[in-house]
């Protein structure tokens, strides 16, 4: 690798060339702040406008000060990072952004967990010189996110996500100067834009100017509600990162806590989504062995690839970009919405309670999963299967909020018939764990073979796009994975084209999958954490004694005593679903 | 080709069309017509003549007699005395203000004296829409030297020599930047011609592309030459429809001469120019935010490097160069780089349009070489100030720019010395300000405009700017402090130090210039809460003076918020806490009774 000298707060150091000046100092000690900058390396996420001017140093030689982030090193340059000039640059910038701010902090949904707080902490700053008027904005409530954007500080984040990272379009800049402001188009509602609900923005955004609805308080309520009955599903990536709500190292796996900490807060019944996980690779790998079967038997008519449909983000992502491909997609319903079907349908009778008593609370690491759940074909008679959603975030503050010591919680399993799981369903996420765990499964079906190794390291790692090719004992199966949906896209012009040779693809609209879903706790920018909680996810699938879907015999026992066989007419009823097209968004300008 | 004995020019430029120059052609026709002389004299719309003052202006050739403020009703008299009788119309010549006599030929004008048109070269002189005239002024003949004579290197060197630097404000060495593009790497690559003066005070881009269009389009030529691009593109305010119009008929006419398009004068070299429209945002004349407006984008600036040279417009290497600049580019090839850099001060070479307004006599558009000075542009040929007032400062380079002061009015212009003295040369702005104007609200005016048009992407200038509006739209109103004052000059600093773009590095300008060089009139805003101009309201009280007031009542009657009272035949008194400062008392007071305090 190429390097040059440079001297950076009088030390002579040398770095790779194209280094900027925030990674050279970083490289070397030196804690250069910084506010909009925002770099996810290994996934091709960054952001990097030079909006926020924190992080800017004397360059010798420059007349003006130099953004830190987006200045490249350059052979024998002279660096100062923190002189009185750059002090009172710095902190007079920082002022500037506090005093368009609400400084509502001890209320806001992001005190203690937001980076505009922790900087004006860091810098020590006690008052702010220049008030003024502030820039005030209609507040936004979505099924999955509300916006509050008098608390925007421009850094550009979530624009970068909904734009070049997801390629959704929904966010942007909009309006000049003081007002300027990231909107949706003509200052919609998000409602009313082609928002997919990935919750990216919310998972990037530093300040509380995006959060997810809070539905806590209506759980709560029911949970204090004699007449209800309320039952809790959680999904798998909530284990691997929960825990660093509570001062533990990412990665580390919580499910046997949650579980306790779960029955503490008061649910009747703590269920997992793993279940109903395992559940859908019995219908979707049933529908992709059908489609499979028909194909090599030289039926034209058929769709493929097949793409998985657990993700709702994804799935409002094709209504609305794809429409005319939404025959391509399973049609099997996602996880929680298989769980929230089964427990509504099949539970509630086994335990004697009217469905509409039965209240179905999932956590997920999802801000879709809000929005999905009220989905009206997920509903009867306007009794929704799931009744709410709330994130791991939610959880968390639940957890504190009952007093729980979450610490020293012993581990917990989950109840029965819906708690129990297989290796298979836990990889459901992290990017690859969908189509790996259909594999498995669908291998056994196809071949009537025993699967010899259970791993298939082919399918697994972060990059954005992969292929694989799977033998199934002779017939090879050309896998796809995406995750993102600007991969997603890729991947969907391509099979638009026919240039695609693919059999199954899965795609997850968050880049990593679920473990960095918006309803995640706050990555802060930090890739490890979520590369921690990917390893962890593997992890917990092999200390699983079963880690097929088939072999799990709760599920077995489910289609024996309940709904037939996968695919079945009660499955169709139940757990399948169809798409709209959505490409028409309604613009009204007031 | 027929001869004609007389050729009558008229502005043709979006002023002095305003002012109804196409009705003073249309009657110039009919009054030939109706004499039949339509074929012994020829009636040219032209382009601006610079003297905007005095427009509409009507020239006449041979012998270069220039009418001024003319009317279509003058028509008449101008072809029945000058054309047919030999008699110039005295009362249409322009009067010196000094010697209060009669001048005809502009040559003899203290407005033109002084001037040296080389970006103007052919405004005014030639019918913009009529490409054969512009030919016969030499247009596309450095094209063709280019094309067929000279290498690219050679061509960009030949820049180089010229010490051309760019006319858009940053004065970045124009060859340079040519060969920058020039060497990046790429088949694809773009020329743009900004077009997007945003500057309200300036119009010379406007005037050039609606007086001129065929230099702008050789420039752009040469310039596709010299760096390897195919493709032009002119970025232009869609508020200049004029300056569209006329560009799109010399595009249509080059094109058709063989000017444009494939295989120019048969050099294998092919390039072609086409139009973007920009909505008018004043950072849009900011290179990156340019680019982006122009890719469809939102329009704002992005950090450099990479500079255009190496990635612009689509990502592919992109030469930006200003109207006026390229302006210059044929006739340095004509007259070559030794005659230009023979012209203007040791490190900015040639000259410099500028748009002179405000409290001057002679508002309009001159060009001067560099290296003249403020007093000569303002008082030579802006003809002092209005109304024989006190000047109180000019303030050059646009919003952005600084205010300077009798002290500099020795300074010679150029870009170095413009920043030395705390201001800009910029785009070309002159406004000049006397005795009656308040430096605090006049940088409260331009802060308004800057704000205004921030495109809000960074910190110190979506919201520093903002403040410092705040701060001295406090001070106007009286109840600044001295902390104000302290906290303006450090918030001022910090902009320029912190800022993203050209915009926010300069916006603090008007501030800080009236800051350093009017001190004094902020501390007694400050301090005595008074305004010396009389023109921050708040500050002003309007006062009766007991021993003139004769208890007429008429102020009394006239005020329309009942602020004054008293008896008849005595003394009156306004109650400053109901006055609303319109003035309307000290109008109507026959005894100069009420005082302004």
Known sequence: METIKINIDNKNVEVPKGSTILQAARMNGIHIPTLCYLNLDDMNIENKPGGCRVCVVEVEGRKNLAPACATECLEGMVIKTHTTRILNARRTVVELILSDHPADCLVCAKSGNCELQTLAQDLGIRQITYKGAQSTYRMDTSPSIVRDVDKCIMCRRCEMMCNTVQTVGALSAINRGFEAVVAPAFEQDLIKSSCTYCGQCVAVCPTGALTEVDHTPQLIRDLADPTKTVVVQTAPAVRVALGEEFGMKPGTIVTGKMAAALREIGFDYVFDTDFAADLTIMEEGTELLDRLTRYLNGDKEVKLPILTSCCPAWVNFFEYYFPDMRDVPSTARSPQQMFGAIAKNYFAKKIGVDRKDLVVVSVMPCLAKKYECGRDEFKENGDPDVNYSISTRELAHLIKQSNIDFNKLPDADFDNPLGESTGASVIFGTTGGVIEAAARTAYELFTGKKLEKIDFECLRGLENIRQATVDFNGTPINIGIAHGLGSARKLLECIKKGECNLHAIEIMACPGGCIAGGGQPLHHGDASIIKARHTAIYEEDKNKPIRKSHENPYITKLYEEFLGKPCGELSHHLLHTHYFDKSKVEICIE | MATYKYHILVCGGTGCQASDSAGIIENLKKELEARNLQNDVQVITSGCFGFCEKGPIVK???????????????????????????????????????????????????????????????????????????????????????????????????????????????????????????????????????????????????????????????????????????????????????????????????????????????????????LRYGAGAFVCGEETALIHSMEGHRGEPTFKPPFPAVSGYLEKPTNVNNVETFA?????????????????SEKSKGTKVFALAGKINNVGLIEVPMGTTLREVIYEIGGGIKGGKEFKAVQTGGPSGGCLTQKHLDTPIDYDNLIAAGSMMGSGGMIVMDEDDCMVSIAKFYLEFTVEESCGKCTPCRVGNKRLHEILDKITKGEGTMEDLDNLKNLSKVIKDTALCGLGQTSPNPVLSTIDNFWDEYVEHVVDKKCRAGVCRSMMRYVIDPEKCVGCTLCARNCPVNAITGERKEAHVIDQSICIKCGACKDKCKFNAIEIK
């Open chain 2, 60 to 274: 006449i050739m041979p012998d270069n007699t220039f009418y001024v403020r003319v009317t279509p009703e003058d028509a008449a008299i101008i072809i029945e005395e000058h054309i047919v009788k030999g008699r110039k119309v005295e009362r249409l010549l322009y009067t010196d203000p000094e010697t209060q006599q009669h001048i005809s030929d502009s040559k003899h004008m203290g407005f033109y004296q002084k001037q040296l048109r080389i970006a103007l070269n052919n405004c005014g002189f030639i019918d913009p829409e009529n490409i054969d005239e512009a030919i016969s002024r030499d247009a596309y003949l450095a094209l063709g030297k280019v094309l067929l004579e000279m290498t690219p290197q050679s061509a960009i060197d030949e820049i180089k020599k010229s010490g051309l630097r760019g006319r858009g404000g940053g004065g970045f060495p124009t060859g340079l930047k040519w060969e920058l593009a020039s060497k990046s790497p790429g088949d694809e690559k773009y020329v743009v011609c900004n077009a997007d003066e945003g500057d309200p005070g300036a119009f010379m881009d406007r005037s050039i592309l609606e007086g001129d269009p065929h230099s702008i389009i050789e420039a752009m030529t040469i310039c596709g030459y010299c760096i390897g691009a195919h493709v032009g593109l002119v970025y232009i305010r869609a508020e200049y429809p004029l300056a569209i119009h006329r560009l799109k008929i010399a595009l249509d006419q080059a094109r058709e001469y063989g000017l444009l398009g494939d295989d120019i004068l048969g050099s294998g070299f092919s390039f072609d120019i086409e």
């Open chain 2, 328 to 344: 210059c580019i044929p006739i340095i090839i004509n007259k070559g780089a030794e005659w230009f850099a023979s012209i203007g």
